[in-house]
């Protein structure tokens, strides 16, 4: 849960980012982004210009400028994607460290053992682990139990348990065993692993574009080639009107017009998406169901681990009949000494509470014999010399008194039907015929839940709690919880059909799962958060794996998901509204000479039209790595109205991109005319 | 401005929208297939053009299919009217017994009416015979207008179903087109202009006795039939060259408001029909405002420019410098503002004055409504698929700003849309600089200039602007009936419809078999003046990006220049 960041402003990554930017320049890699492309192409022109005015001698200075300033636009793209992956790479490398040096012992199907470098474990291999060892890969028990340490991996400390057969199987690579035996069965070849595959989505050669991306690459491939349209034909209409204009000014309005801002930093913005996963502990299979879970609109959850803690907890003891408080309370001590389920446990903790005992002073009585719960008698209790004392639900409990001959009192019935009716368990004390009260079990919601389910609709996300509880009690968990939507009494083939409906209406489900049953419904959801913890095959079903098991941590995706494309967003936007402070310095300065008038539209009162096209340029090439931070971060999301959201956005990189250059521009002309560099 | 000048300006919106409204929904309903109150006389005949034709109601088409009905029928229809234009000499209604047309005119006249620009190269009355005018041209004007609605309803169908392969038949969707929309409000028109004293005959022409004693020759002909779906349909292709200057084609100030008030509305009724049939009527409300808003703006920019007058003609002693030159005396400054301004910003083209006697900076106003595309109300159907693509457009980013993947209307709009979209509205535009630089480049290109300077510059932008955006109004000054002009014209012509026809068709495909994404509270809403400002914004950005080198070495420059006193 806790995000560790890395901080990307040190030498350590600068340098080898710089020199990635160089190497970057390959054509062959630029294709990649084809606004750069073009860019390197009328760059290398702009060269060419430069080589040949050696030989003349004309205009150098002014030229050589130009293309030098060109070859920084892309180098500082370059620059910003290679940061990102180094982030990314160094994201992962800390999640990575522990797992190549180890060794496995390998169980051959003949029987007898081996071992070998965890390097060259296969899919399908079975290994043998024991106390202190480390797991090799990516698995699953397959027998055996044992207590892990999982803090490499997810920073939490507790250890946790995992076992064969049950929905706690999977393991992971990187991750230590505590105590305990057990057999794995190896689900990935090495480099196939869920972290593998993370890594290769940070790794920019390799990225696959995502959908949205695609369409937005689109869009500036278009603007590129409508730009390169106008930018030619501008040349032909100035020969009309009589003004020559030279090559290295036409390609310098080139690409100050062409998208060169996003389309340099879009692959940061995807690259540096993943890291902020990799930061939250996520592993995405794709970057699809990362710029999915921006959209979803229904998250479907488990009422158990998900909302409330999982057991329910005793929080009142009712006595009845006149009995007092106190008698009930140590009979139900007593009942649950050698209880050991959570709700067993949560008794004694309230009756230790209720009586002001501290420490583990409570003994059972000389001679006492417990009864431990059966699945015959659903009851738990204590057999002392002068008294019996059950407690259970109140069917059992009927029959433990009915069989000494009373019956349950109105009083008692009324009692059980109201805790029932709000949504809790029942348990009833008895002690030989007589029943001393009840007590009241209930479930709780972990901490900080409503707050972050009410967090979800603010986003627009609507929240439906599954639960195999009775629709009272379910109703009662989803109120106090705030859920929009519940599903009481559900198998589990619902949460597929669930899922299915609401897709069918056109909605975006995310799933969080972690079963073997939960396999077929994350499969089917758009987004499928599975816990690490869970079974491989609800991790193989899954888009996203969390390492922490955290549930609720969905709104951390939902969030990346959604910065992500804001900040793709608002670049683009930025970019396009730059345009407009560039015209108004490039296309007077190239006219003034001959006319004049044109000084009208000279609205910066720049210094000379060289260093009009010049400031342009310059301006157009520093605004990329002065927004790589940005790019990095992403822009800050709030769950907020979208029209505010939108309005924010709009006033922040619509107007500001419109107006921020002209300052710009105008700054760095003042410093070209002190330097005297045009 | 005078109080009857006013009264125009005030009126003319607001009897527009009251008439556009429940248009669109009737339209809504026509293409729906609902019952109307036009059903009882039309639906009979419409069965019986179906069972003529072959033509099964209920067959459903897929995008694919519709197009190619569409693009063949088109094509048909262009080749007949060449056709037509060749043997004319040979065919009856020929009183003025005039010869078959030059191919490359001829070529020119076909694409330009079976594309619903009508731009004409050629002057009407001394070129084209009364049957090539009523039977090749009229019954185009009908085709192409139809033609356009078909397609944005197919469009519209494309967001209002949902998971389904098929975006309705073209054939019906033609066929109601004509006989429940182009020619009930044609007959009204036609009407409406012949009790006016627009002309309506067979006759040639007749000869009069002027004054001075000399004869004169005055054509006539079935004008007033042509005239009415000229404006309907927004075609604008006039019987007469000097097209609604005529006194025959547009007489007293009735017809001319009322010409006005044809060629705006069915553009203006479309956002409302895309309303009603999405069942979201504010949404269609919305699109209407953002080009109303346009419209207005446009309006007020061009009337502000030629009431400031002309500083040298000010000098000369014209009281304010007003430019009359080009303008009807009769019609005024305003009324010719209005006509122009609603002529270029929907695709009809039909003129009431001279477009390039305007003062240099309303001359970029009307360069500017075509060059963006014609949205601003635009023809008869592309104009609301155009600005549709232009929402699209504003939903792609507006939905990144908000952290969704885009969508609009509930419809996600991905890889295959953007790329249609962004073919739509900027095909025409790169069409029309690069044919605007070879102009510029030829010797073919500058030989037709009427006028030196940024204003010839002007003359070639106008050309272009207005073919590639299907509009058909002439700036004049340029003689476009070279081979030059009428060959890249034409070219002009078919890229500006096609382009924007068939991706609308594919768009609409795509979207049709989408699911519908429920609006929820995290949807942007597409309803709200921030979303109507957003549109303007991405609308006025793209267009000024794409055109201001452009502009600026054109119309402004020569407004620059007049400021200081140099003409051209």
Known sequence: MKATKINIWQSRFIIPALKDSFKKLNPVVMARNPVMFVVELVTVITTLIVVSDIFTGKNILFNLQISLWLWFTIIFANFSEALAEGQGRAQADSLKKNRSESMAKRLLSGGGSEVISALKLRKEDIILLEDGNTIPGDGEVIEGTALIDESAITGESAPVIRESGGDRSGVTGGTRVLSGKIKVRITANPGESFLDQMINMVEGAKRRKTPNEKALNILLIALTIVFVVVVTTFKYFADYAGVSVSLSVLIALLVCLMPTTIGGLLPAIGIAGMDRLLRYNFIAMSGRAVEASGDVDIVLMDKTGTITLGNRMATEFIPVDNESENELISAAILSSLADDTPEGRSIVVLAKEKLGIHGSDIRAPEGAVFCPFSAETRMSGIDCSDRKIRKGSLEAIREFVAAKGSPISDEIQKIVNDISKEGSTPLLVAQNEKILGAIRLKDVLKEGISGRIAKLRQMGIKSVMITGDNPLTAATIAAEAGVDDFVAEAKPSTKLDLIRSYQSKGHLVAMIGDGTNDAPALAQADVAVAMNAGTQAAREAANIVDLDSNPTKLLDIVEIGKQILITRGALTTFSVANDVAKYFAIVPAIFIAQYPQLKALDIMHLTSPGSAVLSAVIFNALIIPLLIPLALRGVRYKPSGVSALLRRNLLIYGLGGLILPFIGIKLIDAIIALFKMA | ?568
């Open chain 2, 1 to 568: 401005m005078t109080s009857s000048d006013w009264l125009c300006v005030i009126l003319l919106p607001f009897t527009t929208t009251a008439l556009a409204f429940p248009l669109g929904e009737f339209m809504a309903k026509v293409f729906n297939g609902s019952k109307t109150f036009l059903s009882p006389v039309i639906a009979p005949l419409e069965r019986v053009l179906y069972r003529l034709f072959g033509v099964d109601e209920k067959e459903e088409m897929s995008w694919q299919t519709y197009a190619l009905c569409l693009i063949i029928f088109n094509i048909i229809g262009i080749i007949i009217v060449f056709i037509l234009q060749i043997i004319q000499g040979k065919l009856p209604l020929n009183p003025q017994k005039l010869g078959s047309v030059w191919w490359d005119t001829a070529l020119n006249t076909a694409v330009s009416f079976g594309t619903n620009t009508n731009w004409q190269s050629y002057s009407g009355e001394q070129t084209m015979s009364h049957l090539t005018q009523m039977l090749g041209l009229t019954v185009q004007n009908f085709f192409s207008a139809a033609i356009g609605i078909t397609v944005i309803i197919a469009l519209i169908r494309g967001f209002v179903r949902k998971s389904s392969g098929s975006i309705g038949n073209f054939w019906v969707d033609l066929t109601r087109s004509i006989l429940y929309v182009l020619i009930p409000l044609v007959m009204i028109w036609s009407l409406l202009l012949v009790s006016q004293g627009v002309v309506q005959t067979f006759s040639g022409s007749v000869t009069a006795q002027t004054l001075e004693g000399s004869r004169q020759t005055i054509a006539v002909g079935p004008v007033a039939s042509q005239e009415a779906i000229k404006e309907i349909g927004t075609n604008g292709g006039g019987f007469f060259n000097a097209n609604s200057a005529h006194p025959f084609e547009n007489p007293t100030p009735l017809t001319d408001f009322l010409e006005i008030l044809g060629l705006l509305l069915v553009p203006m009724a479309l956002p409302f029909t895309l309303g009603a049939m999405l069942k979201n009527r504010r949404q269609g409300a919305a699109i209407f405002a953002a080009m109303l808003i346009l419209y207005l703006a446009g309006l007020g920019v061009f009337a502000w420019s030629e009431m400031q007058g002309n500083p040298l003609l000010q000098k000369v002693g014209v009281i304010n410098g007003l430019n009359m030159e080009g303008k009807e005396v009769r019609s005024g400054i305003i009324n010719s503002v209005l006509f122009a301004q609603s002529t270029t910003a929907t695709s009809c083209g039909a003129v009431n004055s001279m477009h390039d006697s305007m003062m240099p900076l309303s001359g970029l106003v009307l360069m500017f409504n075509m060059a963006i595309g014609e949205v601003i109300f635009g023809g008869v159907g592309t104009g609301l698929i155009g600005m549709l693509s232009y929402a699209m457009l504003t939903m792609f980013l507006a939905g990144l700003m908000i952290g969704r993947t885009p969508e609009l209307m509930g419809k996600k709009l991905e890889l295959f849309e953007m790329v249609m979209s962004v073919i739509i509205i900027l095909s025409p535009a790169i069409l029309l600089l690069l044919l605007s630089g070879i102009a510029v480049t030829t010797r073919a290109g500058l030989a037709s200039l009427g006028n030196s300077g940024p204003h010839g510059l002007s003359e070639i932008i106008y050309a272009f602007a207005s073919t590639s955006g299907n509009n058909g109004s002439a700036f004049a000054g340029l003689n476009a009936n070279t081979v030059f002009y009428n060959l890249t014209t034409s070219g002009a012509m078919l890229v500006g419809r096609f382009s924007t026809i068939i991706p609308a068709l594919a768009i609409a495909g795509s979207l049709a078999n989408k699911k519908i994404v429920p609006a929820s509270i995290a949807t942007f809403p597409t309803t709200g003046l921030l979303f109507i400002l957003m549109l303007i914004g991405v609308i006025l950005v793209v267009g000024a990006l794409t055109f201001f080198p452009v502009f600026t070495l054109g119309p402004l420059l020569e407004h620059l220049l007049m400021m200081t006193g140099k003409m051209f």
